[in-house]
C-alpha cells in the first residue's frame, strides 16, 4: 500500500467516524444543552426515522426526500413527547431521564409488538470509487458532508434567526425571557422537536447502511453519550471538537484492534476527560469566561 | 436489654417502619416465608428463588440512588461482572472443600473492585447527577457489547469459554461444605432457604447502615452536597462507599443468579435488563430500603405474570409504570402507601 492509499484510507476511516459521532450525538446535544436534559429516548428517535424513512422508501418517495419525511415525522413525535412527559419535569433532571427512558421502552418494544423482529431495509446507494487497491463507499461520503452540514446549518439557526435569539434568551434566563412576551413553553417544544428531528435525520441517513430492528437505536446511543459528555453543555464549542478528538481515538483503535476496541477506547476517553474536565471541552475553552 | 438495644439500632430516621405493630407484622411475612416451602413443590420453591435472587440488587440501588442520591444505571454491570467471575472461578476450580463458597466472595469482591475503580473517577471527578447516569450506563453497554463478542474459541479463560452472546453455561450450583460431604444447593427448598437467609440478615444490616452515622451523613449528601462539605465530612469518600456497597450487593444477586440457573448471557447486562432495576426500585420507593424490597418483588412478579402474553409487552408495561410513577408518584408508589398506612395509624393511636 502506497502513502497516498494509506493518507486517503485513514482520512476516510477518520471522516467516518467523526460523521457517525456528530450524527448519533447531534440530537442529544441540542436537548442537552438547550434545556438540560438527557433524552434516553434517543435511540428510539434514532429508530423511528429509521423505519419512517424505508416506509416513504415503500411508498415511492426517492431517498432524499423520504429521509426528510421520517426527519419531520420523528421531529413531530418529539414535540408530542416533551408536551405529554418531558415538560413536567423540567425542574427534576433526573426524573426526566427515568421518563424518557420509559418512553424509550415502550417505543422499542412497542416497535417490536407492530412491525416485528426486523424489517426489510433499502439497499445503500451510490455505489463506491477505489483508491489504490482499497475501496471506499460514496455514501459515506455523503454522510460526511452532512455531519458538517448539520453543525454548521445549527450554528446559522441558533445565531442567525429569531428563533436562535429566543431560544438562547429563554436558556440563559427563562423569567427574564417569559416577561418580555417570549412563549418559553413554545421554545422549548420547538427545540426539543429539532433535538428529536436531528436523531430521526441520523436514523434516515443511517438506514440504507443498518439492519431494521427495534434496537438498532442503541447502535448509536453509547457514541452520542460520550460525545456529549466530552463535548460538555455546548454543540459548537463542545460536541464538535470531541467528536474530533474521539474520532481520532475511535478510528485509530478499530483500524488497529477492530471496531470492539475503538468502543473501549471511546469509554475511557470519557473516563479520563471527566477526571480531568469535568465540565467537558466547553468547560476548558470558557475557561476564565464565565 | 441487648436485644432492645439491638431492636434501637434497627429504627431510626432513615427507615420506615417502626414500633411493635412493623416487627410483628415482620414477623408474620417472616414466618409466611419460612412455612412456603412445607405447602410448595420443590420445583416451583427452586423457581420462586428468581425472585429473591434480584432484591440484593435493588437494595444496592436503593443505596446508591435513594439514600446516596446518585442515580447509577451501572447495576447490571456489576452483576454481569460477578456472575461471569462465579461461572469462570467454579469451572476451573469446582466447588468442592468450600471453593463454591469461595467463588461467591471472589465474585462479589471483583465486583465491588470495578466498582471501586470505575466511582473513584466518577466521585473523585465531581461527576454527579444526568453525566454520572450516563457514564455509568455507557460503562454497562460496553461490557454488554464486549462480552457478547467473546464467541470465539481464543476466549476462554481456564477452561472456561465465554461463548459470547450465546451465554456461558455449565458452572456448578453452589455447594457448601459440611461435615460428611459436601451439600450441593440445586434449585430446591435448601438453596431457598439459604436465600431468604441472606435476605434477612442483609435486610437488617442494611436498617442498621442506613441509621448509623454513614448513612445520615450519605443521606446529608443527598439533600445538599455543598453542605455536607461545608460540614467537614468528604463527601467522595461517602458517596464511593455507598457506590461500592451497592455494587457489591449486585455482585451477590449475580452470583447468586448464575449458580442459580447455571448461565449467565452478557444480554443480563444490555440496556432492557439495566432499566429493569431502576424501575424496581423506582416504583417501590428509592429511599427507602423496606418500599424498595417489597416493591421489587411487586413489581418482578407482575413482570412475570405478564410475561405469558409475551415479554415485549411486559416490557412497555414497565415503560408505562415507570412513566407513570415519575410523573404520579415520584417518591415511589409502595413508599407513598407506606407514608398513608403510617399516618393512618399515628392517627388512631395519637402517639408515634
Known sequence: MDFVTTLVSSAYQFGDAFAFLVLSACGLAVIFGMMGVINLAHGEFIMCGAYMTVFAVNWGLPL???????????????????????????????????????????????TLILFGPTMRGVGTPLGSFMVGSLSFSYYRLVLMATAIAVLLLLYLVFNKTRFGVLARATIQAPH????????????????????????????????????MIPTMGTTFIMEAFVTVVVGGADVFIGTAPAAVLLAVVKASLTSWQGQLAGQIGLLL?????????????????????? | MTLSRIFKRLEGPQTMGKGPLFWTAFAVVLAIALAYPLFADGYDVGNNIYFLNWTFMALGLSIIWGYGGSLSFGQTAFFGVAGYSYGILTINFG???GLGVVAV??????????????????????ISGIFLGIVTLSVTLALERFMAQTAGPQWT?????????????????????WFGGDIVLYPDIGLYYLVLGLLVIIYLGLRILVNSKFGNVLVAVRENPERAEMLGYDIRKYQLGGFVIGAALAGLSGALYTSWGQYITPSSMGITSAALPIIWVAVGGRSDITATLIGTLIVLSGFQALTIYGSQYALVVM??????????????????AGILLGSLFNRKNGSA
Open chain 1, 64 to 110: 432524499p426526500l423520504a429521509i426528510f419525511v421520517g426527519s419531520l415525522f420523528t421531529g413531530l413525535v418529539g414535540m408530542v413527547i416533551e408536551r405529554l412527559v418531558v415538560r413536567r419535569l423540567y425542574s427534576r433532571p433526573l426524573d426526566s431521564i427515568l421518563a424518557t427512558w420509559g418512553v424509550s421502552l415502550i417505543a422499542s418494544q412497542g
Open chain 1, 176 to 211: 427574564m425571557a417569559s416577561a418580555l412576551g417570549v412563549d418559553t413553553n413554545r421554545i422549548y417544544t420547538l427545540t426539543f422537536g429539532i433535538g428529536a428531528a436531528l436523531a430521526g435525520l441520523t436514523g434516515g441517513i443511517y438506514a440504507p447502511t443498518m439492519t
Open chain 1, 269 to 290: 476517553a470519557v473516563i479520563i476527560t471527566i477526571r480531568l474536565l469535568p465540565k467537558g471541552v466547553t468547560g476548558f475553552i470558557l475557561k476564565g469566561r464565565v
Open chain 2, 95 to 97: 466447588t468442592a472443600y
Open chain 2, 105 to 126: 466472595l471472589m465474585a462479589i469482591a471483583i465486583a465491588a473492585l470495578f466498582a471501586a475503580i470505575l466511582g473513584y473517577f466518577l466521585f473523585f471527578g465531581r
Open chain 2, 157 to 177: 479463560v481456564g477452561s472456561a469459554r465465554l461463548n459470547g452472546f450465546n451465554g456461558m453455561s455449565g458452572m456448578p450450583p453452589l455447594t457448601l461444605p
Open chain 2, 319 to 336: 415503560g408505562l409504570l415507570l412513566v407513570c410513577t415519575v410523573l404520579l408518584a415520584p417518591k415511589g408508589l409502595v413508599a407513598n
